[in-house]
């Protein structure tokens, strides 16, 4: 044990312990020496006498270092300076290698830092582990079973028995999503806020940073009206003073008292959340009221699995009719299950990507390492070890790959910095949330994620040199000694399967872009260029007042120059809120079935010009109070079997109203881009939003960059009310695109994949062919000495290329006919089999292929026989 | 040559600390040629084997290594056995005893 410290504690020291060697040795000749002497040497005799017994001072020295130390370290020591040293002799095999290597750990990086801040860490929640949401049954409606979770949400009465009924829910709380207009803090501000029961805070575990959370005697209407702040909210409206608490603030006109600031970063449910107010229960009487997203705690021990069935036999809902179970999920499974497969299938492509830059770099050993082998015959008789030259080869190669994961991790923050853009959506919750990568703020180069890089790198280092180090231990002595090419075959393996894993990649990214290009190409059914939108709520949300605000800011901006139309509406194509309506084809009657919920969009007569909706049939609104009856409604609506036989002059009936179908509007891409347009209809009316929701929503369509309106309308909706918001400002060409932000994401991510895994492919080729034409070179010249001819040559060459290509191109469509079949959710407008994109990609293999060897088979046509002749 | 007698692996170490008890405090060069004198045959010996044996020994903890003067006004580094060192030497001195009686025995029996 002693001297286990010893050595390996000299294998540091070992300067000290060299120069201690040394004396004693020196001192050992001296003695030598004197005792020469004394036998009646001359001094000159005795010295070198002296020395020829004592034999090679150096090996002695090297004999005590052995024994002080472990060699291996020393040797790895040495190992590490060689091969750096060899490595800067080769500067081109060299910066290849590493940048390949850097590409694959690089791209790892970038999406295991992805995957381990989405799916791996724990929501920042105390036991978030043991957090889950609580979906009811879907809605008993007619295309209920495309509606969202959110739908999913519950009413008060079941909310409240699951409340008082659980015995596996630790805690449960419930929200509703919501927004108020801040005053008195310099100009009105628009903020998103949360309406919660006061069990949120102890069931999600975290404390406010200063004063309380709210507790059950706030949930009443007659307590006092509280709010707890976010920390973004504090720092930017109330200077971070902690004199706040206490406070009375006016949020939508109404004083609220500030009892506490939640700490930074605390974000429940969604990163909007500006705001805290105790939910309180709507009565009996109330006209409107909202559904509780719903989540709890798990008592420590219980599982999701008894939790569901618990609250499914708790009969929350009573004797209504169900339309299927309620749902009790994961938090962290649900928050993530959209973007889960996805990022798997990208884990996928990036490890991909990596073996092929392992296959290439283990490629580049082969033939630095087959030019070596002289080098290693003459160490090996010299007396190294099989083990000790593998050991060399090894180290060699994972110096390659700790400078590979060093650039690789430099690449890595670049492509998170990229992640970072590509994601980013625009900082609204109307637009629904997750449209992009949740937790996107969390996403880092943490320590987890360099040890990952740092494993991956080793790993890396070992894969790419131990087909050349295995190679070097197997192949005898005699073998070696020999002048002996690359076998040819190892390495034509390697490259069918570079050229198969990149086809597979290419196949992937390419159906990925083209299902983009087929999403961003699609008909809206409106015109989404030069179109400004934004939200305004005037002081006074509701009433004529509200109504009278909307009417003469439209008229207002209509009149600015540079404006073709405006209007207004209760919501946008794309902004997540649906507002239903019960309507019939004939007056209100009991008896018959109910059809299809159809959206309801309540519009200023000009909107239908704002946003470019285009008449297929019929006309637009009349003017004046006639255009009041009037309908306009969408071609799936007409067909939807509404009404039988055309739409054109029917009436609409809803309530005590009704409207008379004057045209007919192409598809709507409403909700999502990926889903076909629904029954919609248009009337003119003017729906205050609902208190809670951001207001009301306008469009201008301009003559040119609809942008520079911005400041125009923001000074007259200033003038027309000096405490009325203005925000969510957005082109619609924005919103359009930050629709698209998650396939564009994996689209452009799992391009950039497969675009990197086709150049590495192509380096491949390149390498293999120009190491062949140059160990072929003298056969080739006396070929051409004995009459062949260029083309002879070039097809000579080209052959060996065809063969792998044929076989690499047969493996990489089979492999991607086996795998895309996981992109299938991924896809919109083709199918994981298209075969425009397998025959395209093929093509483009085959000519990348034809180009790298190209190269090479033109340099062998080059070869004059008889410097050919004379390289032997 | 074939008069040399080579050294078993580990009595190499019984050797020195032997000759360190009798003889008191060497240096690896007096320690050399004490060795080379004892023997009736020349043990093959040199510093390729001597001085990796010395410094196992000492990083064991059975020798210890000071710098002094020689007779000779030479300096030299000079080993002395420790407590550790001789009772090391007993047990050694022991089990070589055995063993070297059982292959006596052995190689009796066989001839």
Redesign the interface.
């Known amino acids: 044990m ?2 286990f410290f ?2 390996l504690l000299n294998a540091f020291r070992d300067e000290r312990s060299d120069a201690e ?1 040394a ?3 020196a ?2 000749l ?3 020496e ?2 020469y002497r004394r036998r009646g040497m001359s001094p000159d005799e005795a010295r070198l006498a002296a020395r020829r017994a ?2 090679s001072v150096a ?2 020295q090297d ?2 270092r ?3 130390t472990y060699v291996w370290i020393d040797d790895a020591g040495r190992d590490v300076a060689h091969g750096l040293r060899s490595l800067r002799r080769t500067p081109g095999f060299t910066a290849i290698a590493v940048i390949t290597l850097a590409l694959g750990i690089g791209a790892n990086t970038a999406i295991f830092s992805v995957i381990s801040a989405v799916l791996l860490r724990p929501l920042p929640y105390r036991d978030a582990g043991r957090l889950v949401q609580v979906f009811a049954p879907l809605p008993n409606l007619p295309g209920g079973a495309s509606f969202p979770r959110s739908a999913r949400s519950l009413r008060q009465t079941p909310f409240d028995a699951l409340r008082t009924g659980t015995r596996t829910l630790e805690f449960v709380a419930g929200y509703i999503l919501t927004s108020a207009t801040l005053t008195g803090r310099g100009d009105a501000v628009r903020l998103s806020g949360v309406q919660t029961t006061a069990t949120l805070f102890p069931l999600l575990g975290v404390p406010p940073l200063l004063g309380r959370a709210f507790d059950a005697s706030e949930e009443s209407a007659g307590a006092d009206a509280v709010v707890v702040l976010s920390y973004d909210v504090w720092r930017r409206f109330f200077n971070s003073d902690p004199a706040v608490i206490g406070r009375v603030t006016a949020f939508d006109g109404r004083g609220r008292t500030i009892v506490g600031v939640m700490p930074e970063g605390f974000a429940y449910p969604d990163a909007f959340a500006q705001y805290w107010v105790p939910h309180v229960p709507p009565g009996p009487d109330a006209r409107l009221s909202f559904a509780l997203a719903t989540i709890g705690r798990l008592r420590s021990g219980v599982s999701r699995q008894s939790a569901e069935s618990e609250v499914n036999n708790l009969r929350l809902l009573g004797d209504a009719p169900q339309a299927g179970r309620f749902d009790v999920m994961g938090m962290q499974d649900d928050l993530v299950e959209p973007v889960k497969p996805a990022l798997l299938i990208l884990a996928g492509a990036v490890g991909l990507v990596l073996l092929i830059a392992c296959v290439n770099v283990a490629s580049l050993l082969l033939a630095r390492t087959a030019a070596r082998d002289h080098e290693m015959a003459v160490r090996r008789a010299l007396g190294a070890s099989p083990g000790r030259l593998v050991r060399q080869l090894l180290t060699e190669s994972a110096v390659l790959s700790a400078i590979g994961g060093l650039v690789g991790t430099a690449l890595a923050f670049g492509a998170i910095a990229l992640l970072h853009t590509l994601a980013a959506t625009l900082p609204r919750r109307d637009l629904g949330p997750g449209v992009s990568l949740p937790r996107l703020g969390e996403i880092q180069l943490d320590v987890s994620v360099m040890l990952f890089t740092f494993v991956v790198a080793l790993l890396t280092g070992l894969l790419c040199g131990l087909l050349p180090a295995w190679r070097h231990a197997r192949s005898g002595e005699a073998d070696r000694l020999r002048e002996r090419a690359a076998s040819p075959r190892v390495r034509g393996t390697l490259v069918v399967a570079e050229i198969a894993m990149a086809m597979v990649l290419l196949i992937g990214g390419t159906l990925l872009i083209r299902s983009f290009m087929n999403l961003a190409g699609q008909d809206l059914g409106y015109d989404a260029a030069r179109v400004l939108t934004f939200q305004a709520m005037p002081q006074q949300t509701t009433g004529p007042a509200a109504r009278a605000f909307a009417e003469q800011l439209v008229e207002r901006v209509e009149s600015l120059p540079g404006v073709s139309a405006a209007g207004y509406a209760n919501n946008l194509p794309l902004v997540q809120q649906s507002f239903g309506r019960d309507v019939s084809p004939q007056p209100y009657d009991r008896q018959r079935p109910r059809p299809p919920f159809p959206g309801l969009h309540a519009v200023s007569p000009r909107m239908i010009q704002a946003l470019g909706l285009r008449i297929i049939e019929g006309r637009t609104f009349s003017g004046g109070e006639t255009g009041r009856d009037e309908a306009l409604v969408t071609r799936a609506f007409a067909r939807s079997g509404f009404f039988d036989g055309p739409a054109i002059g029917r009436r609409i009936y809803g309530g005590s109203h009704s409207w008379e179908v004057v045209g007919i509007l192409e598809d709507v891409k409403q909700f999502r881009l990926d889903q076909h347009g629904g029954s919609e209809f248009y009337i003119v009316d003017f729906v205050p939003a609902p208190p809670g929701l951001g207001g009301t929503y306008f469009a201008i369509r301009g003559d040119g960059d609809p942008v520079a309106l911005v400041s125009s309308v923001r000074s007259i909706v200033r003038e027309l009310d000096a405490a009325a918001t203005m925000d969510n400002v957005a082109t619609m060409d924005q919103i359009v695109s930050n629709a698209m932000s998650r396939p564009r994401l994996y689209a452009v991510l799992l391009g950039i994949f497969a675009g990197v895994a086709m150049i590495l492919a192509a380096i491949g080729i390149y390498g293999v062919l120009s190491s062949l034409v140059a160990h072929r070179t003298r056969e080739i010249g006396i070929r051409m000495a004995l009459g062949a001819q260029r083309a002879q040559v070039v097809t000579l060459v080209l052959r060996h290329t065809t063969v792998l290509t044929v076989f690499g191109v047969a493996a990489g469509v089979a492999g991607a006919a086996a795998l895309s079949r996981y992109l299938e959710g991924l896809l919109f407008g083709l199918t994981p089999l298209d075969v425009a994109t397998f025959a395209g990609v093929v093509v483009l293999f085959v000519a990348v292929a034809t180009l790298a060897s190209y190269i090479p088979a033109r340099r062998a046509t080059r070869v004059d026989p008889l410097v050919a002749l004379r390289t032997e | 040559m074939s008069d040399k007698v080579e050294l078993l692996q580990g009595t190499l170490d019984l050797i020195v600390l032997r000759a360190l008890s009798t003889m008191g405090p060497q240096h690896a060069y007096g320690l050399a040629a004490r060795l080379e004198q004892v023997a009736e045959h020349p043990l093959m010996l040199n510093q390729g084997t001597l001085y990796p044996a010395l410094v196992r020994l000492e990083q064991k903890g059975w020798i210890k290594g000071a710098w002094q003067r020689t007779e000779s006004n030479r300096e030299a580094k000079y080993y002395s056995i420790t407590r550790a060192g001789s009772r090391a030497l007993e047990k050694q001195a022991e089990r070589w005893r055995r063993l070297a009686g059982l292959v006596d025995k052995l190689l009796l029996n066989e001839s």
């Open positions: 002693r001297r010893h050595r060697a004396r004693e040795i001192a050992h001296a003695l030598l004197d005792d004592m034999g090996h002695a004999l005590h052995d024994a002080r």
